[in-house]
């Protein structure tokens, strides 16, 4: 009997490291409430003798990105990328010298180039995102994330994705969902990073988009981005790029700011189980803590309105055991 | 001995008879060129030994839907929807018994209709399906197809589809790839029946699309459908849909007329090993036989270029063993 049970310790040493990966399927969450109500919402939705049962085809899961899967601070990434572009590309315009928001993005005067607001914003992108075959665009930015550190931390920017959050999206896929961004980024600024970062391809990304032009130059086929928006997938835009590229509600949202609160609402207001996640950044120490006043990523509306309409407001400083990789 | 044999009949008639599926996986395809071609290509694509094997995420194929996945004739469905349309909403639109398109549509005159060209079309499509919620849209189109027959074949219009495409489509999924619908039609009319009729879910739904709006009605969030396009999925539009929704070139593309051109040059003048397929209607006894001087469906120009680009051109009537289910 003891050869026997000798014999068999390898295997039950298997099965039980097995069982604590099933056991805690997010590692990096702290044991609050939070992660029991993330881990209730995908049981009751996965189990066929649950009311709550939702077909596998229907387990659609949007995530925002800016400060969602990963940091935005001291502005959006896209931003400093775009602001290096202007750099690279300031020695073909001497008019850009005195001309907003051109010049202060020259001057590294970062404030003066937020308070040009959107307009600026959308200028900056324009003339650094347009003109580029997409070929070209998405070579730029996989160029400019392996030789660019961010300002503060020194870490590449794709090394700045919350640990906790990649924990959720393979959770979710392992259970069945598909996940998607769904960002007021640039959707050709994410689609060459996406698939290795966060494990979601190409045709899962939904941002905001140029428009574009199919032309033959010279016998070959190219798609140039134009300096026209085609869609600000922010806001009001978020339910309406859900819609275009995905064409079903999702039932699993996750934002972070008011930019996801129509998101937020047209996910949690369908039929059936439906689970809206807002990370709340609170941890100075370890990443940002923001809300109310901060210029990007603000969270107010939504953070009223989370407890009556049964969002989920995850406490980065108490709910995450870690934030970066 | 025998008995060991006999024993093992059973299992070897099994085997069998999953050999001829797993011969065979094109039934009804005749054993023609077209159908050689078509299983070479999947499977140097898919084997790790070739020098031609393309990694699964990026098998992408993209189907045109009119005349490539179901008849087109004698008008697109989707008008006959809209004609539809304007026959039940007539009694809230007096003005329409004067107003062209709309007076041709209520004295069933199809050709005038025809004659109304891309715009008389435009403003049928924007009188009948904007204004909808998705949802009533969605609806709408179920209750339409439930409903309607063919008027010559008395087929329900989602029987129309042809069983070597199904089996085509089938085929690469089980090859891991991707298929996609890159149709000029209403990517919201086709959605609420592709997952059933092609087993391709709304996500993978590309096509014309009108622009949304989103708003909160009496507490109740909405997605509306606007009277003003966002995208004419047709011509150099479709290298426009695919990029925008998939956001990687394919390796294999079908189509059956000059609005697939592009999409056809943009996949086949990619890198690597690519499958351009043009469906030529040539069948007037099982379904209809026209190209270059439909009004519908018009085929000149991508037949003309198909032997010098090596796209793979179906000829219908020779090629195909069945043609609807
Ligand atoms: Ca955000
Ligand atoms: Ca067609």
């Not at 040493?13 to 209730?40: C, G, H, M, T, Y």
């Not at 906790?164 to 990073?193: A, Q």
């Not at 109310?292 to 407890?307: E, I, M, Q």
């Amino acid at each position: 009997m003891k050869r026997h049970l000798l014999f068999l310790a390898p295997v039950f040493f298997v099965l039980s490291v097995v069982n604590v990966k099933a056991d805690d399927p997010l590692p990096s969450w702290n044991d609050s409430r939070a992660k029991q109500e993330i881990i209730a919402f995908v049981t009751k939705v996965t189990d066929p003798n649950s009311p709550d049962f939702v077909s596998q085809p229907e387990r659609i899961a949007t995530f925002d990105n800016d400060g969602c899967l990963w940091s935005e601070k001291p502005v959006y990434f896209q931003l400093l990328f775009a602001i290096d572009r202007v750099k690279t590309l300031a020695v073909d315009h001497p008019e850009w010298k005195t001309q907003e928001p051109f010049a202060s993005v020259l001057k590294d005067d970062l404030k003066a180039v937020a308070a040009s607001g959107e307009k600026g914003l959308m200028q900056l992108i324009a003339a650094t995102h347009a003109g580029m075959t997409i070929e070209q665009f998405s070579t730029t930015v996989g160029d400019w994330l392996e030789s660019t550190k961010h300002p503060t931390t020194g870490k590449r920017f794709n090394e700045m994705v919350y640990q906790p959050m990649l924990e959720l999206l393979e959770y979710l896929r392992d259970n069945g969902f598909k996940t998607f961004i769904v960002s007021g980024g640039g959707i050709e600024f994410m689609r060459p990073w996406a698939e290795n970062t966060y494990g979601i391809p190409p045709e899962q990304v939904v941002g905001s988009s140029l428009k574009m032009k199919y032309e033959v130059r010279d016998g070959v086929p190219v798609l140039v981005k134009l300096p026209e928006v085609d869609l600000i997938d922010d806001k009001v835009g978020k339910p309406v790029g859900i819609q275009s590229h995905i064409g079903r509600r999702p039932i699993f949202a996750a934002g972070n700011s008011d930019g996801d609160f129509q998101m937020l609402e047209w996910t949690t207001s369908g039929q059936g189980a439906r689970f809206g996640l807002v990370v709340h950044h609170t941890d100075a120490q370890r990443e940002w803590a923001y809300d109310r006043d901060s210029a990007v990523g603000k969270l107010d509306r939504a953070l009223d309105a989370a407890p009556e309409r049964g969002w989920h407001v995850i406490d980065m400083k108490n709910d995450w055991a870690k934030i970066y990789p």
